[in-house]
């Protein structure tokens, strides 16, 4: 048979362990408040639970003494609702914080004062303490599916239960409320209590690393000037890709350039390059669908891989089109000048049957290429070889060899020669 003080040690030394952990790791990442909170609310229920050290759970509280250690016990709940806040990357609310902890224990020594019956008293206590729960699990719940982890549900469980416990014994004090003061029960609670505890606290710790790791993918996976993808990040939404579909599908590359890019850093300096780049990348998001893959290849070049919905040329040549048009539709803002910066584009499409995208880059690039030639500020298409056609009478005649296999390429559209940026 569970001892019920060796339990109530077991749960305090527990405790005071995740406030040692919570303090630690907020000195070495001060920024991070939400520990310091988190190791409040745990320092505020654990001076509840020294302070009822030794008390058998038969006897209930008085006025004073109660109203202390649920307002304590409230105060825990209710400032866990604000770490995961500030977690969260919300406002910590801290006049509701407070309130949540006072009307956990307050009206229970106010009311007992006053003649309330005891049943009474303690509902008002287990209400409190629900709603701090259900404000903790609604924190939780409410994350947006981009920023939603996985380990967030260890926490949820331990939230879970304690609610599901508080709401029930709200009904076990007016049924059977000498069921409830019994040793038994006294012994079960604190075993849930413990089991609770340690889910959300080794939660926390697990949902600060699941995001730390994941903001380290994304970084490594981001340009940090534009907050396009880079090509790791690129190859990485591919293969996410490929996971969602039953056969590989057909998609659009487009490659586009930013024309006399070099002419614009030496008018402009570096910083003003960067400014460009970063209007380019924000013209290339308003035009591109959420779906679409947005990259910076490298340098001045952006790399776009629209999905299959746009797989066929002429729905690919269109958006080309349209990026061309939104580029060179406004100056760009440059240390305080006005500049027009045009881009060249080349479109391809992934073959069918080409697992891999690479073939279709280099058809991209062809057309990239065939653009500059053209006089930029264009669109060129650069279509995958067909199966080869029988002979007919005479052998088919060769096309002319054209540059890096760009003999191929199609120029869509743009501006008269003599427009040319």
Known sequence: MLDFNTLQVASISSRLAFVLVFFVTLLRHPREIYFGVWAGALCCSLVASLMMLGDPPSVPLNAVKGSVVYVLYGASLATSWAGLRLFYERAALVPQTLVLALASGLPYGILLQAGVSMSWCLTTVFGGIALSTGLCIREILRTPAATRLWTQYIVLSGFGGYFGVFVLSIGVVHVASERLASPESGIFSLLFDLWCGVFIQVGYLAMVSERAHLKLSRLAETDPLTGLANRRGLFAAMSRWAGRAPSPPRRAILLADIDHFKAINDTYGHDGGDAVLIGFAERL?????????????????????????????????????????????????????????????????????????????????AALYAAKREGRNRVCLDLPAGPPEPEIGAARAEPPSGLRGAMDAIPIVGPPRSGMA
Do not use: Y
């Open 285 to 365: 998001r308003g035009v591109m669908r959420k779906d679409d893959i947005i990259a910076r290849w490298g340098g001045e070049e952006f790399l776009v891989v629209l999905d299959q919905a746009d797989a066929d040329a002429t729905a690919a040549a269109a958006v080309a089109e349209r990026l061309r048009r939104t580029a060179a539709g406004a100056p760009f803002a440059v240390n305080g000048a006005a500049v027009t910066v045009t881009a060249s584009i080349g479109v391809s499409i992934v073959a069918i049957g080409e697992e891999r995208i690479e073939p279709a880059l280099s058809r991209a690039d």
